[in-house]
Every structure is written in structure tokens, then in C-alpha cells.
């Protein structure tokens, strides 16, 4: 069986404390970033131009030099070039809460008028007044039942369809943009980085895969089918010669923790020579890159900016950075400072 | 929860009813092939030599030109070139029995001097001995008890080593030569001229996903990643510092009928354009690639060729294609006669 009650647990848990957090969280509001200049010169030749001059960046650039020189004792064959990457808070935001639970919350709204019931039916009669206390007295019970409610019980072609016009259209609630323009400058020019050097770029995330997939390739350029994370089964169904899939409320597979490892050996097969994560939840991905018979490269963000983005690490509630952290800095692993390496956050950033 | 009774049930009696062919079936032994002669100047531009002109192989050129014509109306962007092939019979043979089922009967024989209580107990003894009959006796459970104890118990990396080992040295019993020799040479010449038109191919088989990825780069030129099998479940483990997976003794997905669509679903998320099987059991991913938005190519390869291969098809036990047939007459979709369109089946006997 794939269903691991303890996983569940932990992850409902973690939506939870989530909750709690958004009831007390304040507002923040999105400010003019710092943009370091960077020389007319070296605009023209870097391939990471948000990133600031200095350690990080170097540590970046004299990796993939050293692992893609023919001659070099490190090289590594394109075919091993498999770099993994986290998506919440390490390619887009995830505050105050995971953005896939916005779409659930609103998934709620929208289905409301065919479920008059609801009004008077809990956990939706909490979502549908905005009432977070009573929301989060619902608990566990709860919260799977949105989850499972808002992510089950339609055709993948539906649900595709669903996750694409709320992306085009849903907006961060303090920073007031859609929530794909949320991701990070710094991290696209990664991407684009690696690719022009022949690594093969990958989402491992904790997230839905079915609700990253419909975006992922036009925002970070990264095909549907490199795209991993979380997925409840499926079931192929054939009526009246037309074939569907349809989503079942079953959990299959929870790519987070030590799900992330197995969902890299199930998808790509190879160990990652590149992987980069910003909590604990990435430390079993970064283990396993490290583990590579290759030399790898562990890349940690560290959310250090309040001002541009937001500032925590080992006692927050979302993307928890505390094991990880400690392991980062015992094993020399490179840790990307949002507020002191990023001379941007964002693309609309951009001078 | 994934695992199926009554799938699992179907696959065994299938490997059942192969066992029983086994201890019938006559050897047949590899002869020359007929190589038709092809022109000089067809040599030098035509990107499948090893089809003979004719009906079949201008059906696949005119898809693959009209499809990849930006002005056409037919014309599908890069993205969603997406090609699937089942592998055993499709791409490699699969008489007397599933290659991989070879490779369980000589791990036995392998792990046996460290079970010397093998000797006395069954299925063990009777795999020892050679003895089908018996073997064929100890029925679906003692078939079960083979594949658990070849397949599960390792580390992902031991099991990779074990394949690795047995494809570069087994044998076939009567075409005498190692089992990835026999791979059908006008279908490499197919994955190169889809690849070579921004086709993304992918192998989408019922064997072992763990089985195949070891050799497929080399032999058909696709990345670990692009491989879809069936699977059984694993677990991430971290002992003194050492990550590892560990090999369970629980199905995951088995990628076959209905489980293809499921499987491309998870591990592609977008129907394919192309999709070429053999079997019955392939007959859902066709239906799957026939229901593409896009113009799409529904490939049957028809085991024609008893002399230079084998000739089967509704009554086989091995790779039925009854239901597939009748469909594939229905529809039109594309019939590859081993016999008539192909002039070179294997790599090795290419002049």
C-alpha cells in the first residue's frame, strides 16, 4: 500500500499549522527592490545577471565549468546531467501559505452555487465566510476533505483546464499579482543556465503535479514530463469510445521528505548532479544529489529578505529551514542569501 | 491502495500460459533475412532504409511531413510530439517468453548457492532442476514467489548492476545472441526520424521500468527518464550518512492495458501523437493517442515473419493481438507487416 497514514498526517499537520499562521500573519506589502548595478560589460557575457557578484555566484559558475570541461577529471556526461529543483520557495514564493491552497480555497468558492448545502455544511461554510478560526477548529478531518473535494472527482482534461484558468486569473492577496509572476529572476537564469550547458532541468516538488503541470512549461521552460510532485491516483475509463482518466480521492505518491528521493529514482532513474531546495522538506533531494558517484552541486535559497520577499527559516510554520540549514553549513553546501546574493526577486523586478 | 488483485491475477496467468507454451513450443532457429535492394539514391535520403516503399512506410513520412509543416493546418508544436512505444514486441522480441522472465529464472540460478534450501523447495527446485512441468505446477503463486524474490530485496543500485550484468552476457536460447541484439532495426530507424523531427520518444511498456532503464539509452538512444515500465514500490533509507533505495516486495503500477494510459499520465501528462504497440495490451494507449486533439499516428507492428522472426497473433499467449487487429482494421490505423515491410529485422543482419 501507498497510502502512509503517518505522511498524510505530517502533511495535513504542516496545512494546519499553516492555517493557525495565516489567521496571525500580517500584511506585506511588496516594495521596489535594491537593483545592484552591474557593469554594462558584464550584462553582455553573464549568464547570471540578478545574481550579485560574489561567492555564490562563483561557486554557480565554477561548477558547471569544471563538470562540463571534456578534459577535467569532473566532467560529467550529458546524460547525468540531472539537475532537480524544489518549486514552493525555491522557484516561486509560498507565503503566507502554499499557493495551491489558495486554489483550494477558491476551487470552494467557485463550486459553491451547485452545493447549496455547503452554507450550512462544515468545513465549506468556513470557507465560504472567510472564517479561518472555525475553518482550522475543523481540523485534519477537515482540511483532507477541501484538499480531496477541490483536487479529486474530475477528468484530467478537467482539471487542467480548472488549474489554467485560475492562474491566469487568481492574485497574490498582498503582493497583488498573479501567483506565476512569483517566481524568482535569479532561479530562471539558473534554469536557462544549466540547460545552455546541457543539464536536464526538473521540478521535484511537494506541490500537485497535476496543478504545476499546466504552467511550468511556459513560466521555468520545464516540459510537463520533467515535472514531479505529489499525485493521487488515477483510472482510465473508456465510455462510448472516448477515453478519460479520471482523479480518485487515494493519495499515490507524497514528494516531499524522503518521498522526494523516490519520486526522482521513479521518474528520472538517475541521481540528481544538482539539486536545489530552501527547507527541510528538500533534505533527503539534497542527500541523495550528494550521494552521486558524480561531483554535485546542493544549492540551498535562504529566504533572508523582509523587505522584497519574506525573512524566515527554522521556525516557520511554511518551509521550515532548521535541519537543513545545520546540514548546509556542516557539509559546505552553497546557500543562496535572497537579500545579499539577489540583486532581483522578481521578473516584473526587472530595470 | 494500487495493488490489484485482479491485475495482478491477469498478469500471472499470463506468464502461466507462457510457461505452459515454453514446455511446447519448438525451437526455431534465426535464418538469413531477405534484404530487398534499395537504390543508391534512396540509401543516401531515405530516413528508414529498412522499410521497403510501399503503403506502410509512406503513411509514417507523410504523418510525420504533415504534422511538422508549420504551415499546415495539421502542423503540432514541438512540445506535443509526443511518441510512445511499447517495448517487448515492439521494439525487441518477446519469444518463446518475456526476455525479462529469462532474466528471473537465471537470477535463481545465480542466488542459489546462497539458498541451499532451495535445492529441496519448490519453485525453486523445479527452476533449478529445468524442470517446467513442475514449475508450471506450483501456479500462480510459486510464479509470484519467483518474480518477489528476482525483482525485490536490493537497493536500486544492486538491481541495476544485476540487469547491467545479465543483458551484457545471457543468451537467447535459439537465436543465440544477448537479448538486446534483438532489437528490431527499422523501428531504431523510426525513434531516429521521429527524434530527428522534434519527436520526444518514450518506451511505455508492461516490463520492469528497473529492468529496462539499465540498456535502453544505449540500445534505442532513450534517457532513463523517458522510460516507462512497470514498477514496484520503494523506500528511501539513510544509514550512517548513506542514502539508499531500497526494492519492495509490492506492486506499484503494472503499465500494461489500461495502466498505459495511467502511466503516460503520470509520468508524461499529455497524450501522445504517436503511439506504436503490438498487443492487445497496447490497445489502450493507441485509444489514448487516437483521442489527441492533434492528428495522431496508431502504429501496430504484426508479427508476420516465422522464418526470420516469429509469426503470431490472435491465438498467441504471448503478445494477443485479437481485439487490437479487429480495432486497427476498423480504424485504419497503420499495420506493419513484419514480412512485407520490414527487408532487415535485426541490426546484425544488416548488409
Redesign the interface.
Known sequence: ???KTKKITATLLSLFMVLSFMVSCKEQTGTKPEVVEVTENLKKTDPLPSWNDGKTKNAIIDFVEDVTNKDGANFIPV?DR?ATFDNDGTLWSEQPIYFQFFFALDRIKKMAPEHPEWKNKQPYKAVLENDMPTLIKQGEKGLLEIVITTHAGTT?DEFERLVKDWIATAEHPTKKKHFNELVYQPMLELLDYLRANDF?T?IVSGGG??FM?PWT?AVYGI?????IGS?I????E?NDG????ERLA?I?LIDDK??K??GI??????RPVFAAGNSDGDL?ML??AD?NTFKSFKLYVHHTDSIREWAYDRKSHIGTFDKGLDEANEKGWTLADMKDDWNVIYPFDKK
Open positions: 500500500m501507498y497510502f546524460l540531472i484530467t536536464k526538473f503535479i497535476e503541470r512549461e516540459p510537463k514530463d520533467q515535472v499525485s491516483q488515477t483510472k482510465y473508456y472516448k477515453p478519460y482518466i487515494k499515490d524522503e518521498g528521493p523516490v529514482n521513479r521518474y528520472i532513474g538517475r533527503q542527500r541523495w550521494s
